[in-house]
T-cell receptor, first 113, second 114 residues
Framework: GQQLNQSPQSMFIQEGEDVSMNCTSSSIFNTWLWYKQDPGEGPVLLIALYKAGELTSNGRLTAQFGITRKDSFLNISASIPSDVGIYFCAVSNYGGSQGNLIFGKGTKLSVKP | EAQVTQNPRYLITVTGKKLTVTCSQNMNHEYMSWYRQDPGLGLRQIYYSMNVEVTDKGDVPEGYKVSRKEKRNFPLILESPSPNQTSLYFC?????????????FGPGTRLLVL
């Protein structure tokens, strides 16, 4: 099946540092999403991107939908301990079964106080 | 409160003993889905349902069954569990079918098959 390449696989950073992670695909997708999974919980949507080239912010988080519709990045500025978790990118196209989400393998973020 | 609930949250069982993990949502969502999460593999879709009595296979359906008799419930059935089904399972739901709707996840069910 289709795959998303998400990198890095894991990150260990100091509190206050900025974080950057990205996601690429060999296929074009119309929707790119970023989810965060806190330890012991289900994933929660952080940012949704629907337009190629779109740059969207949510507090300290910024994500961009690549112009080729084959990639996206997520940046976290001034990290804090509660940023710890697994970040997943996900993609889909519109309509019917194409609305199924395909997930990347996740980036595990650890933040040292 | 709008939510997706799963039961049980933790389960230890033995090979071959049938089990059911329940999933319920109170948001009147048409779309529901089951995923399993394994280290290094991310979230993989097991089955999904676009509406009542409409179900279809995801990427890893082998060894699982589902049913959608009511809109709010989407149970996952393991008729004869095996150790390779030890995993963390998530149910999710979404309003509508298109990829533009936010998908909500349950809290997860951690299953250990001995």
């Amino acid at each position: 099946g289709q795959q998303l390449n998400q990198s890095p696989q894991s990150m260990f950073i100091q509190e206050g540092e900025d974080v950057s992670m990205n996601c690429t695909s060999s296929s074009i997708f119309n929707t790119w999403l970023w989810y965060k999974q806190d330890p012991g919980e289900g994933p929660v949507l952080l940012i949704a991107l629907y337009k190629a080239g779109e740059l969207t912010s949510n507090g300290r988080l910024t994500a961009q939908f690549g112009i080729t519709r084959k990639d996206s990045f997520l940046n976290i500025s001034a990290s804090i301990p509660s940023d710890v978790g697994i970040y997943f990118c996900a993609v889909s196209n519109y309509g019917g079964s194409q609305g199924n989400l395909i997930f990347g393998k996740g980036t595990k973020l650890s933040v040292k106080p | 409160e709008a939510q997706v609930t799963q039961n049980p949250r933790y389960l230890i069982t033995v090979t071959g003993k049938k089990l059911t993990v329940t999933c319920s949502q109170n948001m009147n969502h048409e779309y529901m889905s089951w995923y399993r999460q394994d280290p290094g593999l991310g979230l993989r879709q097991i089955y999904y349902s676009m509406n009542v009595e409409v179900t279809d296979k995801g990427d890893v359906p082998e060894g699982y069954k589902v049913s959608r008799k009511e809109k709010r419930n989407f149970p996952l059935i393991l008729e004869s569990p095996s150790p390779n089904q030890t995993s963390l399972y998530f149910c999710a739901s979404r309003r509508g079918l298109a990829g533009r709707e936010t998908q909500y996840f349950g809290p997860g069910t951690r299953l250990l098959v001995l």
